[in-house]
């Protein structure tokens, strides 16, 4: 019924054995290599050293500023954060990256202020219990952008007129 045949060792072909650089697995399908290409984009020196000669330029300005100069301007910028978000919240056209860029411009000019702070050598606590007292000493003034924005409205009507 079943025959068995035996084949010489010289006729059968055994394929050579190839190293791969692929890890062994069940896969027995062809592998077509491709070449690595990271997913990530890699910035430009150029465009970083830039960056940071602005960055280290608004510094400068910051720190030329004398601690009431810069209360003030805390202020403000705040004041335009506000009004960023009233615009955001009735839909108006805004600029989202103003968001980050004033975010970081306040944290800028706080932390030369606790610098300064800390120059003086007042401590932790003694700062916020200062920072508490500033924050309730200060007055509700409307934002620079929208006195200038009051301002061209009152000079547009004043034209009608």
């Known amino acids: 019924m079943f025959s068995l045949s035996i084949a010489s060792p010289s006729s059968l072909k055994i394929p050579p054995k190839t190293t791969s650089t692929f890890?062994?697995?069940s896969f027995n399908g062809i592998r077509i290599p491709t070449p690595y290409k990271p997913s990530f984009r890699?910035?430009?020196s150029s465009s970083s050293v830039v960056m940071m000669a602005k960055r280290e330029e608004e510094l400068k300005e910051i720190r030329a500023k004398t601690t009431e100069e810069l209360n003030e301007e805390i202020v403000d910028l705040k004041g335009e954060l506000?009004?960023?978000r009233l615009q955001k919240s009735v839909r108006n056209e805004?600029?989202?990256s103003e968001f980050g860029r004033m975010r970081k411009r306040v944290a800028r000019m706080l932390t030369v202020k606790r610098e300064r702070e800390i120059e003086e050598g007042i401590n932790k606590r003694l700062s916020r219990k200062l920072d508490r007292q500033w924050k309730k000493s200060i007055v509700v003034r409307p934002p620079p952008s929208l006195k200038k924005l009051q301002e061209e409205e009152a000079a547009a009507e004043a034209e009608k007129s």
């Open 82 to 84: 506000l009004m960023l």
């Open 94 to 96: 805004f600029k989202p």
């Open 42 to 44: 890699s910035p430009s």
């Open 23 to 25: 890890p062994k697995s």
